[in-house]
């Protein structure tokens, strides 16, 4: 009886064995410069952009309630170039269209030139979204580069990406929950567009929105704000979300391969980035919805390297703070834990310091991970 | 041998399954081979049979509220 | 198996069952690709999308390669599928396969933005002197629907529904008897309780096999429909880029509520929401009644889809109580005649009908041919707001009392679970779940036995033998049953020809 009647009571039973819902591709590109001009021999932001707006496109064409979202994310801070709250989607695309008002016409073919106008209508907003407010974002970077601020906002991007997704996925759970309906401005204007396309999510469907984040990063610095890089991936964790990662240029990014490799995701790096449509739309292709299916393409040997507290490099072999498991490549000044401020007990600090032990051990396995090579554990006293 | 025999599986919980057999004794040339609790393979032609006589020893206990009024 | 679902299947069944020639000349339009891709299952569309910006065929073998062991059989079903509707083809190389030449490039055209302009429709230009707002269609296509449907149920004083439809009616199985006296059949109740988008498939579908007894071109048309698919709400479109074919067939559409057209003469054409939600899973218009809410509420988008604040006499009826029995407050002809399928009604007043559920109801009902889920899907979305108010209140209480005791009551899902937030394991229930489990439970009373015709195979004369061959039948997703003690393995009917082969192969 268990196997007949298990087929009527449970809820998802599909005979295809998978299922078709709605997923959200939000896609993080890193502008930071110094990575793109490293790699301007290889490709272009023009012609990767190209690719992408491909990609979105083949995302969009999966399903009629799918969404995308696109964040770019550069020095001076991150921005959604769509869904974009401030702007009117079909305002503009009835001025695209060409209606009766020639001057009109006239202005908004110079902005968007690029876009074939016969384009299917849901490719075509978010294309031209994407496509007019990246370009004055690329104005707006080239006319202030903050030479003081080195550091990627890629933490801060991921950070929104999350919490986009989530409003997403909890304003798609709030009709059968009632709970957390606070819908505001920027699923306003997503979800209204929905409803101009006819395709709302948010019908009353058994569906759950699925979702994933796509990094394309060309930076090969390593020495990204660690915690919050962390901390956001664990966060994807919790939500089940993959975060996959293109990484271009010339080193692997070991925080964006633990990134993927955390949250089930794929990290590529790829050399040559002139077949880029290629990877995006295989590697890159595989929806949540048929992951537990795939080989998902991605190398094993990830490093686990985590970073200093103290100095932001990256250590592989340091201290940990026996309270919070901060790690440091030095023994702070102030002979406290940088994290949790809990004293170390100088006892051991003098040992530390003063005895060859580390050269000593310095000698054994690099690759013993950190933890048990560390000859650390002070105790704050 | 190898041998491949045309007919229909009939899965089903134990106690359908004897209900399956007592009609089988009844009517004997339904069920052709017995395989395992919860499977029986039957003969094509009989599967209509099998489960009129089931629905027939099913409805015997039911209970009707109008029965009452 | 979802709605979706439901009418994914009858489409892609139409699809797969056309002759090659007309399925390749239908992939000549990028509209169409789109919205055949879309009705794809997902490991299909995967294996697309990866061969679509691939130049030469892939191996098998390296398709293989992508997948997990697990996932053999859906890659065999999707594969079957791409090659019944010849999306890929066998290569002049052995076990190289690659994508449709044609459908490739239209695709290909689709997702850059480089296909004709006409590929979507051509928008007018020009002002429309009587326009028309997303409103006013709605209120079009439910009420040209509505007649359909009320016609069906023969509701008094609604308009007859044009020939054409009549005839799709009764060709369709859904209606028969003489012209002047179309009675409805059981078909026709069984489609009376699915979702308009499936209710809308099935009329095209029948309207498909009507045009080729017409001799129109089967492209044409399944081209018009899924261009339709793909057009906007609330735009007008030229009539002078359609072809012959697809201008005489305007006149049908706007008989069902696809398109809407001032007149016969005019110009444009509005394409309705219908119309453009036929190749997507949500359908906009729930249900005829819950599509006059959507035309009350255009102005106010966000809000609630299952609208239960604003009083009227559109929203649902039904209040369905623990010991079986069911009010409905309404006087819809339409709405008493479906919960007639499967309740026993017994009183009638002015303003509600009263009745019971019982097992004997139910049963008919399924014996009719429609499901539990169909039943308990009806009730819920035609419930009374009361009941949703009542059933959203308990779910609060539930959310709120394991967030103040720490405890988990959704029941079912267990903790370890995780990382899902209470939140998410509770259901809004909205009919009472012993009224819910009830229905179900009569449902699997009828098939208390599964069966699955096939073959059995035995007497084998060793175990290796026996495992090569019933592992096969399981990779391959034939097999239904094994035993390995006794030596014996169950395949589909359908799996025989694919077992016996690779025995003949491997063992001679």
Redesign the interface.
Known sequence: ?D???DR??KDD????????D?SLLTVILDLSPSGWYNIKDQITINELVKSIL?FL??HL?????NQVAFIASSLNGSKFLYPNPGRDYDKVQTTV????DENMVDDTFNSTTY???????Q??LV?EAVLEELNAYVKEIASNIDLKKQNTTLSGALSMALSYTNRMLTLD?S??????SA?NSTT?ST??DN?????????????SMKSRILIISASDEDDVKYIPIMNSIFAA????LSIDIVKLGYQDSSYLQQASDATNGIYLHIIDPKGI??FL??AF???P??R????LPTNSNVNYRASCFITGKSVDLGYVCSVCLCIMSVIPENKSCPACRSQFDPKILAQLTQTPAVVAKKKRKLDTNGNTATPTTSTPS | ?????????????PS?RAL?LQIDNERPGIVL?E??DS?L??K?DK?DV??DE?NKL?SKN?Y???EEE | ??S??LFKATVNEYLEGLPRNVQSKLYEA??TC?SI??LL???A??YI??M???EQSVALRDLD????P??K???Y?SLKRLKSLHLIEDDKLANHIQLNKTFRQNFRD???????????GT?C???DKHKVDIAFLDTFASSKWETILHFMVGTESTATPSKSVLSLLRSGGLMEGHASSLKITNTGFQFLLQDVNVQIWTLLLQYLNLTQELNMDPVDVLNFLFMLG?L????SYMVSSLSATQVSMLADLRDYGLVYQRSDSSGRFYPT?LA??L??????L?TPSMALEQTLQTTD??D???PTEAPSSSQGSIIVETN?KIYSYSNSPLEIAILNLFV?LRTRFANMVCG?I???SIRKALYNGIT?DQIIKFLE?HAHPQMQLLA?EK??KK?EFDASHNINTAGGAPQSKG?DSN??Q???EILPPNIVDQI?LW???L???????????????TQQ?FEILSNYASEVGVL??S?KT?K?F?ITEGG?DQV?NY?NRK?K
């Open positions: 009886m196997a007949i009647s009527t009571f039973i599909y005979q295809e064995g998978t299922s078709d709605p491909v496109n083949a064409s999966l399903n009629n309630s269209n060409g209606n009766n876009i074939n106008k016969g384009m299917y209508r490719f075509r294309d759970q009709i059968t929950t009632t709970t957390g819908i306003n979800a209204s409803n101009n396309n006819s395709s709302t999510t948010t019908s009353n469907s058994v569906n964790q919790k939500m089940k449509i290629q739309t295989t292709f595989i929806e919805s048929i537990e299916y795939i080989i | 041998m190898l041998r491949a025999s045309r007919g229909v599986l009939v899965q089903c919980d359908i399956i081979e395989l395992d499977h393979l039957i094509q599967i099998v489960k089931l099913l039911i009707n509220p109008f | 198996m979802s979706g679902n990028p509209a789109l891709f879309r299952p997902p490991m569309k995967f999308m990866s679509l910006f691939n390669r992508w997948c997990k697990s996932a059989k859906l890659q079903e689709c997702l850059t933005g480089s296909q004709d302009s006409n590929a979507f928008l230009v020009a002002v793909s906007e709400l609330g735009k929401r453009t939600t190749t997507s899973d949500s359908a906009a729930k988008e966000n609630n889809p299952q079986f026993h019971q019982t097992r004997e539990a979305t959203k779910l609060d959310i990382s939140v998410q509770h259901k809004l179900k449902q699997l009373e098939d208390r036995i599964q069966t699955f015709d096939g073959y059995l195979f035995k007497d084998f004369s033998e239904i049953w035993d006794k014996k169950f025989l016996k025995a063992f």
